[in-house]
């Protein structure tokens, strides 16, 4: 016992904030990948999906109100532009996203939401805050698009061809949203909690109005208990808790957790064997094969310049 106390008392600070970053974004990954199950088993709910983004918003908003009213001077100096910016992660990416599981399987967003999110964070730091990529990040980059893309073209689930573009255009519009969140956390160094609150509380201000004055809910057609998993799991785990974990993650690791975001179609596909009865393709295995070692050489040294 005082052997493994002396070994615990010699990690290094950076070491236990990188363990603690990597099982945040366990649990962020858990989550969203049980989030994409769980809307394309169409076993959720006959709810729409702007009651889905109204949970994922509002109910995060209400319970962190106190937050908000505390840090009221903070988010002014944050400014509208930057809160706007932050808020794509809310109730926009929901309705991208869900609307897009309605023309695309699930193997299909896990390719090209997680998958690509980190793309896009890199080229937007890169753009806007003038991060330049090392040649190993470069390659561990592309391995994982490259896993996405494994993934994207070797998806087994049959749909018609109609409106699958539609589809993977609104993933990559939730990919964009997702990135445009995280790159703006790390560069003002928003608190995670407060950030939480701020991504519920403005998509409620312009989603609740629209919900109710232009009757785009289906709560009466709904039963009383999918109502109430969805608002557990919408406005706590997926809106609240996800959107905590991920942002502590990107916290306590930096540019690490978006990388680890790809292992999200490696989960959901895990998920879907038990709730979907979905075996994963060989395409599917190889792709994760291809995160993995991407993964692995983003973690071996410096990310930018």
Known sequence: MSKLR????????MGRATLAGCAWMSL??????????????GRTTALSVVDLAAFRAVIPAVLLAPLLWRSRDQIVQLGVKRGLILSAYGAPFTLLVGHGLGYAPVTHAGAMVPGLMPVFAAVLAYVFLGQRLRKRTALALMLVLAGATTILIGAGRPLPAQGMGT?????LLGALC???FTVTLRAYEIPAVLATAIVGAVSAVWLLPLWIALDLSNIGAA??????????FQGTISGLISMYAFSRALRLI??????LSALTPG?????????LGQVPQPSDLLALVLVVAGLVIWNLGPKTT
């Open 6 to 13: 002396r070994i615990i008392s010699r990690l290094q600070p």
């Open 28 to 41: 962020a990954v858990l989550i969203w990948a049980s989030w994409l199950v769980l809307t394309s088993s």
């Open 167 to 171: 589809g993977h255009l609104l993933f």
């Open 178 to 180: 997702w990135a445009c």
């Open 223 to 232: 039963h009383w208990v999918d109502i109430a998993f969805q608002a557990v």
């Open 254 to 259: 930096g540019g690490r957790a978006s990388v």
């Open 267 to 275: 989960v959901a596909t895990l998920l879907a064997i038990p709730v």
